[in-house]
T-cell receptor, first 116, second 112 residues
Framework: AQSVTQLGSHVSVSEGALVLLRCNYS??????LFWYVQYPNQGLQLLLK??????LVKGINGFEAEFKKSETSFHLTKPSAHMSDAAEYFC??????????????FGQGTRLTINP | NAGVTQTPKFRILKIGQSMTLQCTQD?????MYWYRQDPGMGLKLIYY???????DKGEVPNGYNVSRSTTEDFPLRLELAAPSQTSVYFC???????????FGPGTRLTVL
């Protein structure tokens, strides 16, 4: 079965500093990988996704992630943190695509705090 | 919330009661999903549907039932509520194969 591990349930950075959120996955087949963001009392919003092709993926709000097959990782980065980036971030892998459905398996989440 | 409506927003149930969580979309998307999110955890897939009349189990289907009689609606039924079903429930929709999922605002359910 596929699984996702997010290292660090809570990450705190200063405004303007680099953001690095770590995600490792286990999968027996080439996966589709996703990062979602959840603001308080809201549903999830897609930041970016990797399906095939270029391993460096750019998303919304200045975030990007790199798929590294040899390390089974898909870490999320942003060069300069902004106060509005404070939220919960979830990494997810596509469990099995049946008839085009995405059966996502999520990590436990990382809460990002931005210090002024 | 991308054309996804979930009702109610909040609900408190007693053990053994039943209820239906409603999910309605106005985007005419074929794919719909139900997830639950427990405190401090990621989402887990309960059930999903690839079109009207077609549903299938996800990772944690026990204690739940679904139906998909129309494209617009995908209700989630709890027959005998248990404290372990205390969670936030999210419905999601997906336009086509391998497309992005869009999430509703969620229903916060407490079973006492």
């Amino acid at each position: 079965a596929q699984s996702v591990t997010q290292l660090g349930s809570h990450v705190s950075v200063s405004e303007g500093a680099l953001v690095l959120l770590r995600c490792n996955y286990s999968s027996s087949v080439p996966p589709y990988l996703f990062w979602y963001v959840q603001y308080p009392n809201q549903g999830l919003q897609l930041l970016l996704k990797y399906t095939t092709g270029a391993t460096l993926v750019k998303g919304i709000n200045g975030f990007e992630a790199e798929f590294k097959k040899s390390e089974t990782s898909f870490h999320l980065t942003k060069p300069s943190a902004h106060m509005s980036d404070a939220a919960e971030y979830f990494c997810a892998v596509d469990h099995a695509q049946i008839q085009g459905a995405q059966k996502l398996v999520f990590g436990q989440g990382t809460r990002l705090t931005i210090n002024p | 919330n991308a054309g996804v409506t979930q009702t109610p927003k909040f609900r408190i149930l007693k053990i053994g009661q039943s209820m239906t969580l409603q999910c309605t979309q106005d985007m005419n998307h074929n794919y719909m999903y139900w997830y639950r999110q427990d405190p401090g955890m990621g989402l887990k897939l309960i059930y999903y549907s690839v079109g009207a009349g077609i549903t299938d189990k996800g990772e944690v289907p026990n204690g739940y039932n679904v139906s998909r009689s129309t494209t617009e609606d995908f209700p989630l039924r709890l027959e005998l509520a248990a404290p372990s079903q205390t969670s936030v429930y999210f419905c999601a929709i997906q336009q086509g194969p391998y497309n992005e999922q869009f999430f509703g605002p969620g229903t916060r359910l407490t079973v006492l």
